[in-house]
């Protein structure tokens, strides 16, 4: 089992920036890589960023060049730094861990933070 606590989220004007994190416990050992998902109201949870136990990164086009994923392995946590915020990005953000462990692999989610971006 893994748990996820995101923090961060908020109101900012367009332009603006944000800095989500999502601090990981439990089976940490067992996790293959991190990312974090949006959801917008009456849309489908989309991919954001995600970062695999090798450091690799993978964007959404729509992020590429304005977010930042990163990770500090000593303190178990996964950053979303967000600039240059558009209108559209406005949604819940959920943090993703996907382990691989013995017994299979598994999805663990986060509760959601919601990031709403508004002049």
């Known amino acids: 089992q893994v748990q996820l606590v995101e923090s961060g989220g908020g109101l900012v004007q367009p332009g603006g920036s944000l800095r989500l994190s999502c601090a990981a416990s439990g089976s940490i050992f067992s996790i293959n890589r991190m990312g974090w998902y949006r959801q917008a109201p009456g849309k489908e949870r989309e991919l954001v960023a995600v970062?695999?136990?090798?450091?690799?990164?993978h964007y959404a086009d729509s992020v590429k060049g304005r977010f930042t994923i990163s990770r500090d392995n000593a303190e178990n946590t996964v950053y979303l730094q967000m600039n240059s915020l558009k209108p559209e990005d406005t949604a819940v953000y959920y943090c993703?861990?996907?382990?691989?462990?013995?017994?299979?692999?598994?999805?663990?989610w986060g509760q959601g933070t919601q990031v709403t971006v508004s002049s």
């Open positions: 993703n861990a996907f382990t691989i462990a013995p017994e299979g692999a598994s999805d663990y």
């Open positions: 970062i695999t136990s090798g450091d690799s990164t």
